[in-house]
């Protein structure tokens, strides 16, 4: 009844790539195919881990020539002092151009409202998609990985966007072999999502691996904080604390980076990279359940953003 | 595997899976036993879903709604499409395209065979291999994934009993080793109980084979490169306009089967150039030999004309160039496929015009017959295909190259991705499947 199911302990050829190695070939290959279907490419770049590893990669996609794209920065105002340090010293470092969309302008201007919570991460929609539109930018990286989130799961390696930059997720294209379709009308878009396949795991490892370099919030460091909705959150003009919250110095790392409003550290001793490995090796929540207040709103509330045109 | 040890953590392989079953078959029960024991179900991934089981009324948590991710499947209680999944133990990491099993959905079925390399195909071992059973067997055997993984489900259902098991694993591989699936796996399990998918099973001491982890574990993932055509479709022309490099023209390109060394002959297709390769960089760095599926930049000898959408293959093995395609395809837009039909083709780097010549036959999964000159092919259609393309493509057979083999054809009014194809032969079968119900022969 089994034709061949012998089970050995010699599995491999020496020609199987390492995890890391096949991710890292799969997105380069993303990279590049864009670089070569594309007019005006851009790479969103939040100064987070995921962006800072797809940078890492196109780096490395196009050596020794320098990366064929922009970068776009979606600034909602209450950024981390750290990561626009970060930010700022990596276009520098590699030459590149910045474009930033400002949710601070849109409010200033009037076009957004802040919401009552003080969170701005809803709010960035309008700024991203009006900065792509008028870049007449027609592929835009982003580093969303389908081990997120569950609406993320079903997102396509390359994700078709109308003019309203909206996703619509019955209407996605097949993806077959390593065939991505790039066709799109004027007006269109393309999301591209190099590291679809990672996950928060695999993109620490790489870190560790190719000794890249973070924004020193990623581990663990003295940190004024205070508690709302079971979250670590740091103080500051966005909002908080408000009465009735208190604030004290707890040994905290971030496990994402996004909107200070939004965005909580845990408890965390991992001062080193390799410390912060088993550490998430070990945990027991995702990173999104554990510091993302904005994901918890409702049952589909990142398939909702999504179609609207978050990334 | 509660806890992962620092060493545990060392780079490891990765296999690529799809899964296979019928609606009732159990198969979000075996996805959900396989995540949650692999500790990749977390505790608030798994709060969510008691939390919307509770609100609902159920009295055990859903395990389907860890993988229905859209509003429309958790409205329906449906899986509409194919989600992708990651789980990891110490030996491996594991992509899983998890795929509904709906008849309707077949295109989706293909999408995730076509990055495959296992399928398991559940079935349920009070009803046997059914219609579905069949179509999930075909599908592995057309897109050429190397493993098949019969999971005889519901065991506890059947009192373990190892003759119904026996009997259904061998109907089964008499069925797809006559498809020309190379290799397959039977196990009996139990994903509700836990019988072997991940620990061996108290219940089946007359089973000696492998849990279904245990073997998607093992699995060998990587093929010998020695039988294989060396191919590298260029992608991007690297050319740094810096003055520290004021001679490079490196073609990048991920390689899609075989291996390439410096100072190895190369011929440059369509065009049909000859030079050596003078250097290999992998990403950066320089390298002897790669192999696939390293991307890399090829640097050659001479200068000539080399662009994105060229391939460049040993000039002692160069494929032939054509522009009359026969393949079989499966249809995966919801506008049909009519002959006649002008489209975009695209192989590898390269996306050529294309028109649809002939649809000779449409193939019926269920018992592999063949209706002859369909006029169309509808969404989820399997069928044979001739096509013309503008310009002369060096292709494979699919049989050969899986990567070199395949290509998408896309709508040119719309950008739609309308049909996966395959080229040359369907089945890998050394004898044609019998065909009663038709008798102008087989042609797949």
Redesign the interface.
């Known amino acids: 009844m089994t034709t061949a199911a012998t089970v050995s302990e010699e599995t491999d050829s020496p020609y199987a790539l390492s995890h890391l190695d096949a991710l890292e070939s799969e997105a380069v290959h993303i990279f590049r195919e864009v670089a070569g279907e594309f007019e005006r490419p851009v790479i969103l770049f939040s100064g987070g881990k995921d962006s800072i590893v797809m940078l890492h990669l196109a780096l490395k996609a196009f050596r020794p020539a320098s990366v064929p794209f922009s970068l776009l920065h979606v600034d909602t105002g209450h950024n981390f002092p750290e990561v626009l340090d970060y930010r700022d010293r990596t276009v520098e470092k590699h030459g590149l151009r910045l474009h930033v969309a400002s949710v601070q302008d849109y409010i200033d201007r009037g076009v957004l409202k802040e919401r009552p919570d003080g969170t701005r991460n809803p709010l960035q929609t309008l700024p991203l998609t009006e900065k792509i539109q008028q870049e007449r930018f027609d592929a835009v990286f982003g580093g969303g990985r389908r081990d997120e989130e569950k609406a993320r799961a079903k997102e396509r390696v390359f994700s078709l966007r109308d003019e309203f930059s909206q996703w619509d997720p019955r209407r996605q294209r097949p993806e077959l072999w390593n065939l991505y379709n790039g066709r799109h009308a004027p007006g269109e878009h393309v999301r591209v999502f190099p590291l679809s396949n990672w996950t928060e795991l695999d993109v620490w490892q790489y870190i560790a691996r190719e000794g890249i370099e973070l924004p020193q919030i990623y581990y663990a460091h003295e940190r004024e904080v205070f508690s709302r909705n079971g979250m670590w959150l740091t103080a500051g003009e966005w909002g908080g604390p408000k009465d009735g919250e208190t604030v004290e110095k707890r040994l905290v790392r971030y496990r994402t980076v996004g909107d200070m409003s939004c965005t909580g550290a845990v408890d965390s001793e991992a001062d080193s990279i390799e410390k912060v490995i088993v550490e998430i090796a070990a945990s027991r929540l995702t990173e999104r359940g554990a510091t993302r207040a904005d994901d918890k709103m409702s049952e589909a509330a990142m398939e909702d953003r999504k179609r609207e045109g978050y990334f | 595997m509660s806890?992962?040890t620092?060493e545990e953590?060392a780079?490891?392989?990765?296999l690529r899976f799809a899964t296979a079953g019928s609606v009732d078959d159990g198969k979000s029960t075996l996805v959900g036993r396989l995540l949650h024991d692999s500790k990749s179900v977390?505790?608030?991934?798994l709060e969510?879903v008691e939390r919307?089981s509770a609100s609902r009324g159920q009295e055990a948590p859903d395990l389907a709604l860890?993988?229905?991710?859209?509003?429309?499947e958790?409205e329906q209680g449906i899986t509409?499409?194919?989600?992708?999944?990651?789980f990891?133990t110490p030996r491996?990491?594991f992509?899983l395209a998890d795929t509904p099993g709906h008849v309707q959905y077949t295109?989706?079925m293909?999408?995730g065979a076509?990055?495959a390399e296992l399928t398991v195909i559940l079935v349920d071992a009070r009803n046997g291999v059914v219609e579905q059973t069949r179509r999930h067997a075909a599908i592995a055997a057309l897109l050429r994934v190397p493993h098949a993984v019969l999971a005889v489900n519901k065991m506890d259902l059947v009192g373990y009993e190892e003759k119904v098991?026996?009997a259904i694993?061998?109907e089964f591989?008499a069925y797809a080793?006559e498809l020309g699936v190379?290799?397959?796996?039977?196990i009996p399990i139990s994903a509700l109980v836990g019988d072997n998918v991940v620990e061996p099973s108290a219940n089946m001491d007359w089973y000696g084979?492998?849990t279904v982890l245990?073997?998607l574990?093992?699995?060998?993932?990587?093929?010998?490169?020695s039988h294989c055509h060396a191919r590298l479709p260029v992608?991007?022309v690297?050319?740094?306009?810096?003055p520290?490099?004021p001679d490079?023209r490196g073609y990048?390109?991920?390689i899609a089967a075989g291996?390439f060394h410096v100072g190895e002959s190369v011929t440059v297709l369509p065009s049909g150039r000859a030079s050596k390769i003078s250097g290999i960089?992998l990403?950066?760095e320089p390298v002897d030999v790669a192999?696939?599926?390293?991307?890399v930049?090829l640097l050659l000898e001479d200068d000539i004309d080399i662009s994105?959408g060229d391939l460049i293959v040993p000039s002692k093995d160069a494929p032939a160039t054509t522009q009359d395609i026969e393949a079989t395809v499966c249809h995966?837009a919801d506008a049909p496929l009519t002959v006649g039909h002008r489209v975009?083709l695209?192989?590898g780097?390269r996306t050529v015009k294309a028109i649809v010549k002939d649809i000779p036959s449409r193939l019926t999964l269920d018992d592999l017959s063949l209706h002859p000159h369909p006029g169309q092919l509808v969404a989820n259609d399997i069928g044979r295909v001739k096509i013309r393309t503008a310009e002369p493509l060096p292709v494979d057979s699919y049989a050969d190259s899986?990567?070199t083999g395949?290509?998408?054809l896309?709508d040119p009014n719309?950008?739609?991705?309308l049909t996966?194809g395959m080229v040359g032969e369907s089945f890998a079968a050394p004898e044609p499947v019998k065909d009663d119900s038709e008798d102008d022969g087989w042609d797949f």
């Open positions: 806890t992962i620092t953590l780079e490891t392989t990765l977390l505790t608030d991934q969510a919307v860890l993988t229905d991710g859209l509003r429309a958790r509409i499409d194919v989600a992708y999944r990651y990891a491996r990491r992509i295109r989706n293909v999408t076509s990055t098991f026996a694993a061998e591989t080793t190379p290799e397959v796996t039977a084979g492998p245990e073997h574990e093992t699995v060998p993932v990587a093929h010998d490169l992608q991007y690297i050319r740094p306009q810096g520290d490099h490079y990048a390109g991920q291996s960089d990403l950066g192999w696939t599926t390293q991307s930049t994105r995966v975009l695209k192989h780097t899986r990567r395949s290509f998408i896309i719309d950008g739609t991705t996966a």
